[in-house]
């Protein structure tokens, strides 16, 4: 489903929700996985249903609370051919517009003929997901202008879907239905920063930082030898949480190689915000250690030595050498236990 910023993220398996959504969360990567064993529950109609074609896929169905994973019922007949979309709960918070990135729960269904199975939940992985970039045709249109804390049902078909290649890798052919049930946690714009007054630009030896808002924030290098040691620096105290590891947060960055004193990678510059569990060891060091026990809301200067960044191999890639410091400057956007 999203996108992983190929230079930051350690490689890692790609679960059946990276894939199911759009083209990475966490992240990338998509940093969040699906599990195929999921707690919710599909219930089929009678055997005597079979063969049939439903009328409308309205006979599909999904109960349950918003935040739990639902309860979803699949009848044994075959999917009608059009897209069918229903709020199951309605939200009250700000539409998601194309301009916004989901942070969101779901289940996925492949609904085949008069069978299905589950592909996968991140109710059961533990991490919500990060819709972002280029959405499943029919799962766009079903999600546009809903509201934050919204459940939302989407009954796909191939048109609005993958299409007659189908998509092997998690299991759904051409002629196969997806079924959806999303829970809209928050929307995050794509070019959106924390709001937080900035109380310190670094300097003293550090790095000094300016922002604007909307943009990627300036990053300017001082002509001193870097430090040592991993520099933790809040330059905004954001209010929300305080992140713990394993907890999954969506960010935006800017990095710069302190030798070059060049932006290496960001995702500004991609207009997709970036998602991930921290802590655990899905990205660089200097990411884990020094972004936990931050709070959601805050920007971060980070200033990473080898050490706790790619280490004596570096990023051949990126320019990275393998003595090189590292320099992030990171916006914590939203966080989900």
């Known amino acids: 489903m999203r996108r992983a910023a190929a230079l930051l993220v350690i490689p890692m398996v790609a679960a059946a929700a990276a894939a199911a959504g759009c083209s990475s969360s966490s992240s990338s990567s998509s940093p969040s996985s699906a599990s195929n064993s999921a707690s919710s529950s599909a219930s089929a109609s009678s055997p005597a249903n079979a063969g049939a074609t439903a009328a409308s896929n309205s006979v599909v169905s999904a109960s349950g609370t918003f935040g739990k994973a639902p309860t979803v019922s699949i009848p044994a007949e075959n999917a009608a051919a059009t897209l069918y979309s229903k709020t199951l709960i309605q939200g009250t918070g700000a539409p998601l ?90 929307d995050i714009g794509n070019t959106s920063g924390v709001t937080g007054a900035q109380t310190s630009s670094g300097g003293a030896g550090l790095p000094t930082v300016t922002a604007a808002t909307g943009k990627a924030p300036t990053i300017a290098i001082p002509a001193s030898t870097p430090p040592k040691n991993l520099q933790v620096k809040a330059l905004v105290k954001g209010t929300g949480q305080t992140i713990a590891k394993g907890d999954y947060i969506v960010v935006q960055y800017t990095g710069v190689n302190w030798r070059t004193k060049k932006v290496f990678d960001s995702s500004w510059s991609r207009s997709t915000p970036f998602a991930l569990n921290i802590g655990v060891g899905q990205v660089i060091k200097g990411w884990d ?49």
Do not use: C
């Open 97 to 186: 517009t194309k301009t916004d990135s989901l942070l969101g729960n779901f289940v996925l269904y492949d609904w085949s003929g008069t069978a299905h199975k589950l592909l996968g939940s991140t109710f059961s992985s533990g991490s919500p997901t990060l819709f972002s970039s280029q959405l499943l045709p029919g799962l766009e249109q079903a999600l546009l202008g809903q509201k934050a804390g919204s459940r939302v049902l989407a009954v796909i078909p191939p048109a609005d879907g993958f299409g007659p290649q189908g998509n092997s890798r998690i299991g759904v052919g051409g002629k196969d239905t997806l079924v959806f049930v999303v829970d809209m946690i928050q």
């Open 289 to 337: 250690t020094g972004l936990v026990g931050q709070t959601v809301g805050s920007r971060v200067l980070l200033v990473i030595p080898s050490a706790d960044g790619y280490g004596k191999t570096g990023s051949s890639q990126a320019g990275i050498n393998g003595t090189d410091t590292l320099v992030f400057v990171v916006d914590i956007l939203a966080g989900a236990k």
